[in-house]
């Protein structure tokens, strides 16, 4: 059995288990021995613990592999005058899918209208995090630290500082040269140990939608069943039409390989709700399966983690809909395009981990003049549905490197239609950057 067929089966396997085991804690006397065991010893415990070292493992991998695939692409393309054409292309492309995807959830929301008929209940409690101003978040895009900027993770700026360091180095001469065939070295390292972990991830995705699908179960889907079916609808119509449609259109390619080379990369992203902890899979899918070009994957990809939150937007356009049919706001044309713009913008330095979607949506909640503690209303539904935005936010990420990759001729058609490459996920010897541009 291949690798993606092994995890998609302990994807299926993880939530029949978990469904099976909030039932079992349902029907048990909660203060018995078993309902103990059950909770404490295997979901909060064994399957909880699994999950969580698979996720910090993940995790680990993402600021090295930023740092040197963003170095290495920047390394052979920063001499030549790709670099900007390149770059353009790719946030275009991200900032407009995002612009439709906010576009397509606002219009669905009030076609169908989700939230009419439904009342807000008093336990409805939100405290929401202090966003951000759009001025600060655009400020803090440049590092003033780039080793605190690694360690806490703080993405974007860790893509400028190693665009940076990568154009540097093509100005550098012999030294330059040096550092960074050093740097395709630690890409080679740092993708075998990509390989390492997938080959595990069987294991981890079985643990955490075990442990998810035991604390949460499917009653709470009942409870918002219109906005849960209105945004879980859009979602899939987004990443299945939109970026299908986009990718024949701009390359003639075929969407269905894309997709189904994508199989891997879902499941990921299903399990981790995260397109950070993601990175390591679709980057290596998106070069090893898709045939992207390192120089294009390495710039592309990265950003897409960072800044492509199509989900989220689709997410924010539905639930603001859904909050104001609840309090009995009707929205004004002005109010739709400050969600449209204020969605599209939060959207850029939005970090890339479980949960952050809520944050953002009482940013744009508040610029639209809508009872922020609204977003109480979906919590108890929004994490099964984070994992679905992750999928189309990575689906996007792939779909934009593709794009972008073959308007500038950096895409390799023969792996792109060649359905058995990588398909294994046995991990070889990548050529250095330099090849590719």
Request: charged share 10%.
């Amino acid at each position: 059995m291949s690798l993606t067929n092994r995890i998609l089966l302990a994807m299926v396997a993880g939530i029949a288990l978990g469904s099976l085991l909030e039932w079992l804690m349902g029907a048990l006397d909660p203060a018995g021995g078993l309902h103990a065991f059950i909770e404490n010893g295997l979901v909060l415990g064994l399957f909880d613990v699994v999950g969580r070292v698979f996720i910090a493992s993940l995790k680990l991998l993402v600021v090295p592999l930023v740092m040197v695939s963003l170095i290495c692409g920047m390394s052979s393309l920063g001499a030549s005058s790709r670099m900007g054409s390149i770059a353009g292309r790719t946030i275009g492309l991200y900032l407009f899918t995002t612009c439709v995807a906010v576009t397509l959830g606002l219009s669905a929301a009030l076609l169908i209208g989700p939230g009419k008929g439904v009342e807000a209940v008093a336990s409805a409690a939100y405290e929401a995090k202090a966003a951000p101003p759009l001025t600060d978040t655009l400020v803090n895009i440049f590092p003033s630290n780039p080793f605190k900027a690694m360690a806490e993770g703080q993405m974007l700026q860790v893509i400028v500082f190693a665009l940076l360091v990568g154009f540097a180095l093509t100005r550098a001469g012999d030294a330059g040269e040096r550092i960074a065939n050093w740097f395709r070295d630690m890409e080679v390292i740092v993708m075998k140990m990509v390989g390492i972990l997938i080959e595990l991830a069987p294991y981890g995705v079985f643990a955490l939608l075990t442990k998810l699908f035991a604390t949460m179960g499917f009653g709470t889907i009942v409870d918002l069943a219109a906005y849960f079916f209105t945004l879980l609808g859009v979602l899939l119509f987004h990443g299945l039409v939109v970026y299908t449609s986009l990718l024949r259109t701009l390359t003639g390619l075929s969407p269905a390989v894309l997709l189904q080379k994508m199989r891997r990369v879902w499941a990921f992203a299903f399990s981790t709700a995260s397109s950070g902890a993601t990175l390591p899979i679709t980057l290596r899918t998106v070069e090893k399966r898709l045939g992207v070009s390192k120089s294009v994957a390495g710039f592309s990809v990265p950003l897409g983690a960072t800044i492509n939150m199509d989900g989220t937007a689709i997410m924010q356009g539905v639930a603001t809909v859904f909050i104001a049919q609840v309090y009995g706001v009707d929205l004004t044309s002005g109010q739709i395009l400050m969600v449209v713009l204020t969605a599209t913008l939060a959207s850029i330095g939005t970090a890339a981990v479980p949960g952050v979607g809520l944050i953002t949506l009482a940013l744009v909640l508040q610029q639209a003049g809508l009872p922020v503690e609204g977003v109480a209303l979906i919590i108890g539904v929004d994490r099964f549905l984070d994992m679905v935005r992750t999928m189309v936010n990575v689906t996007g990420d792939a779909t934009v490197a593709t794009i972008v990759a073959h308007q500038e001729g950096q895409l390799d058609q023969e792996i792109y239609l060649d359905p058995n490459a990588d398909h294994d996920g046995d991990l070889e010897e990548p050529q250095t950057t330099g090849a590719a541009a």
